[in-house]
């Protein structure tokens, strides 16, 4: 039989196995405290919002340098993940198609998880904030034929526009970087707090996805680009692992 695997659950696994790090329970969600090997710190702030929704803050003072591979077994989730770059800049090498992505201030990276990635990352002094909406999940909740009729088209969008890529590029706009900056700002103390934050986390992930969403992206495509030199790139000064 074939194992439902949470993409989300699977990169943090992975996490673990690598960089070994100091795990801490804060108020409505986790912190991941990461020593890099030169010394410099990365922190993740790990939010779980009903089940619908999971967002991550993650900053990084510092060179972080790793590989993630997608789970062999099927992924029957389909998750919409938007990325937006406070700061920093990353490179990412996909596998097998060695296309290379560079993400930097500014910058929103959106990926649909039927389309399974698997790739190389170099962050270097990032901060960002990941949003996961679980489709399938909000469909259910909200159990209305109209409704779901207009998610049901809405996926059918995204589906054709990732049908060639893996990951779209994008710049922010006005809006969404202001959004972004209060979501960043928002100070969880207490059950007000928690609802503020739910509220912006949502209202800034559909602005996002309305903003001009088509198929164009930064991504440059190098053929010469072999799996072994980029091992030997991402292995320097990094966690460079494979975890099966």
Excluded at 69 to 82: D, T
Excluded at 89 to 109: C, E, F, R, V, W
Excluded at 128 to 157: F, G, H, M, R
Aim: with cysteine; glycine share 2%.
């Amino acid at each position: 039989m074939t194992k439902n695997i949470k993409v989300v659950d699977s990169f943090f696994e992975q996490l673990e196995k690598i960089t070994k790090p100091h795990i801490e329970d804060s108020i409505f969600g986790k912190e991941y405290i990461i020593t890099n090997p030169d010394n410099s710190s990365t922190v993740i702030k790990r939010f779980t919002f009903d089940n619908k929704y999971e967002l991550c803050f993650m900053k990084s003072n510092g060179k972080m340098n790793y590989e993630y591979i997608s789970p062999n077994e099927k992924i029957r989730e389909n998750i919409i993940e938007i990325v937006y770059y406070y700061d920093g800049k990353t490179k990412m090498i996909s596998q097998p198609d060695n296309k290379i992505y560079h993400l930097k201030k500014g910058d929103i990276a959106i990926h649909y998880t039927k389309n399974c990635f698997s790739g190389y990352f170099e962050h270097n002094n990032i901060s960002v904030i990941s949003i996961n909406l679980y489709v399938k999940k909000l469909k259910n909740d909200l159990n209305l034929k109209t409704v779901d009729k207009l998610i049901s088209e809405w996926e059918a969008k995204v589906e054709n526009i990732f049908k060639d890529d893996k990951c779209i590029i994008e710049k922010a706009n006005t809006e969404i970087k202001t959004l972004a900056l209060q979501v960043q700002n928002v100070s969880l103390k207490e059950i007000n707090d928690y609802f503020e934050f739910k509220s912006k986390i949502i209202q800034l992930f559909f602005l996002i996805l309305k903003s001009n969403l088509k198929s164009v992206s930064t991504e440059k495509y190098d053929a010469s680009v072999t799996s072994e030199k980029i091992k030997s790139v991402i292995s320097r000064n990094s966690y460079y692992k494979r975890i099966m």
